[in-house]
Every structure is written in structure tokens, then in C-alpha cells.
């Protein structure tokens, strides 16, 4: 059971601890032969925001079966819901606190009980990871729970329009210092110029070779969006940028 089945994990535990290594242990025992993928352990702190943009650049990437196990729960121990869901052919395991927001619209759900014996402050060992591996080693949804009746929903900003210019904001900064942003890399953005928190950083280019070294430059990233970088630097120091810096392109 669970063979070749992939659970990719998504959690702020960090890796100095064991925490990481009990959680795994739990899927390996529970579904053998599960593929286990480490998204990323680096989240800050119950950072939910973080892990929800960094789930919705990866769950796709992945075959259609998967199993995503995130454990981003400052509410752990609280009378928050624990869920699974299954949307667009993935499944889902964490807590319901906004980090699924982007999976809800029409998605099936099962609240999961909570053991009597699950510890009250690690429910990613005692709760989530027993659900994600049942899910990897075929135990159909319905068996785990009763559907939610509600969700706790947290939508990421939306850019909007002010004359010539879409304006958005920096969602996360990457360990290179790079600003990654909510707006789109697409036709409305290309060539346009680059405003950040009233920085003029220039037009959107391709790649980071397009300027000199220490430059700043725009560029549509690998995950389509709108990214501010310092060649060999870091563009989060440049511009003193943190989460909801303003970004503003200025059309072509």
C-alpha cells in the first residue's frame, strides 16, 4: 500500500528539530513506499501567508494523485478545523486557516477528528500525517470525515488599476533577497516601467544578465509574476522592501 504515492510536506518546522523527521516517519509507517517531497521547512513561524504562495506555486507541478501535507498551524490545539480536500485531482491535509483558500471553490472536504491521544501542540505528527497517508495509500475522503460545513478563507491582494498603471505588491521575498510580487507577467506588464514604493527600478527585462552587476532589475520570474532582483544582491536591502512594499508598473 502507498507505493510510488507522493506526499510533498509544507511546514515552518525548520530542520534543527526533529519535528520534520517524526512527521515523515509517520507517513513512511503508515503508507510504505510513499515518494515524500520536501517542499520547504523554512517558513517563518506560522507565517500562513507565505506558505499559501508557496503552495500555489508548486502544488501543480506535481502529477495529478498528489498528496500535499502543509503544517503552517498557529492555531494548533485550538478549536480550529483540521481538513482534507481534493481539488483539481491533488489532495490536500492541514489546518483551516486560510492556507487552502485557493483550493476551496468546489472542492470536496472532510473534517478530521481529532485522536483523544494526539498531542494538543503537534497535530502535524498525530493528526495531518496520518490523514495524508491513509489519502496516499487509497482511503477514499468521505472514510476520514464528515464534509466542512465552512471554511476559514484568507484571498491573497488582488493588483488593481489606477490610470496607466497596475499596482500591486511584494508577497514574499525569496532567500536571494528577491521581491516576488502579485502582479502578472504577462502583456499588461511587459516593457512596462517599474515603481517600487516609488523607486523608479526600470523597465520589465528578461533575465538578470540583462543589467550589470549590482544592478537593480524587473523581470517576469519562473512563476509568472512580476520579480525585482539586484544582480548579485539583494533587492529586499536596495529598496528596503519587506511583504506589502508597493509595486507599481507604469504601462509601455
Given at each position: 500500500?502507498?507505493?510510488g504515492?507522493?506526499?510533498?510536506?509544507l511546514?515552518?518546522f525548520?530542520?534543527?528539530?526533529?519535528?520534520v523527521a517524526e512527521v515523515?516517519?509517520?507517513l513512511l509507517?503508515?503508507a510504505?513506499g510513499?515518494?515524500?517531497?520536501?517542499?520547504?521547512?523554512?517558513?517563518?513561524p506560522?507565517?500562513v501567508?507565505?506558505?499559501?504562495?508557496i503552495?500555489?506555486?508548486?502544488w501543480r507541478?506535481f502529477?495529478e494523485?498528489t498528496?500535499?501535507l502543509?503544517v503552517?498551524?498557529?492555531g494548533?490545539?485550538?478549536?480550529?478545523?483540521?481538513?482534507?480536500l481534493?481539488?483539481?485531482?491533488h489532495?490536500?491535509?492541514g489546518?483551516?486557516?486560510?492556507l487552502?483558500?485557493?483550493?476551496l471553490?468546489?472542492?470536496?472536504?472532510?473534517?478530521?477528528?481529532i485522536?483523544?491521544e494526539?498531542?494538543?501542540?503537534?497535530?502535524?505528527r498525530?493528526v495531518?500525517?496520518?490523514a495524508?497517508?491513509?489519502l496516499a495509500?487509497?482511503?477514499p475522503?468521505?472514510?476520514?470525515?464528515?464534509p466542512?460545513?465552512?471554511f476559514?478563507?484568507?484571498?491573497l491582494?488582488?493588483?488593481?488599476r489606477?490610470?496607466?498603471?497596475i499596482?500591486g505588491?511584494?508577497?514574499l521575498?525569496?532567500?536571494?533577497?528577491n521581491?516576488i510580487?502579485n502582479l502578472?507577467?504577462?502583456?499588461?506588464?511587459?516593457?512596462?516601467?517599474?515603481?517600487?514604493a516609488?523607486?523608479d527600478?526600470?523597465?520589465?527585462?528578461?533575465?538578470?544578465?540583462?543589467?550589470?552587476?549590482?544592478?537593480?532589475v524587473?523581470?517576469?520570474?519562473?512563476g509568472d509574476?512580476?520579480?525585482i532582483a539586484v544582480?548579485?544582491g539583494?533587492?529586499?536591502?536596495?529598496?528596503a522592501a519587506?511583504?506589502g512594499?508597493?509595486?507599481?508598473?507604469?504601462?509601455a
Amino acid at each position: 500500500m502507498g507505493g510510488g504515492s507522493v506526499i510533498t510536506l509544507l511546514t515552518d518546522f525548520g530542520t534543527t528539530d526533529s519535528y520534520v523527521a517524526e512527521v515523515k516517519g509517520v507517513l513512511l509507517t503508515r503508507a510504505p513506499g510513499a515518494v515524500l517531497v520536501d517542499l520547504t521547512h523554512d517558513v517563518a513561524p506560522g507565517d500562513v501567508r507565505a506558505a499559501q504562495v508557496i503552495l500555489g506555486r508548486t502544488w501543480r507541478r506535481f502529477p495529478e494523485g498528489t498528496v500535499h501535507l502543509c503544517v503552517v498551524d498557529p492555531g494548533v490545539g485550538t478549536t480550529r478545523q483540521a481538513i482534507a480536500l481534493t481539488a483539481g485531482g491533488h489532495r490536500f491535509v492541514g489546518p483551516d486557516n486560510g492556507l487552502f483558500t485557493e483550493m476551496l471553490t468546489g472542492c470536496d472536504s472532510a473534517v478530521l477528528a481529532i485522536p483523544a491521544e494526539a498531542s494538543p501542540t503537534f497535530h502535524g505528527r498525530d493528526v495531518f500525517a496520518p490523514a495524508a497517508a491513509a489519502l496516499a495509500a487509497g482511503t477514499p475522503l468521505d472514510v476520514l470525515g464528515a464534509p466542512a460545513a465552512s471554511f476559514v478563507r484568507a484571498s491573497l491582494p488582488v493588483p488593481r488599476r489606477e490610470g496607466n498603471a497596475i499596482v500591486g505588491e511584494v508577497l514574499l521575498l525569496d532567500r536571494f533577497g528577491n521581491l516576488i510580487t502579485n502582479l502578472e507577467g504577462d502583456a499588461r506588464t511587459a516593457g512596462g516601467r517599474v515603481y517600487v514604493a516609488g523607486t523608479d527600478v526600470g523597465l520589465v527585462r528578461r533575465t538578470f544578465g540583462d543589467v550589470r552587476s549590482g544592478d537593480v532589475v524587473a523581470y517576469r520570474g519562473s512563476g509568472d509574476t512580476v520579480e525585482i532582483a539586484v544582480r548579485d544582491g539583494s533587492a529586499a536591502d536596495r529598496l528596503a522592501a519587506t511583504r506589502g512594499t508597493e509595486v507599481r508598473v507604469l504601462s509601455a
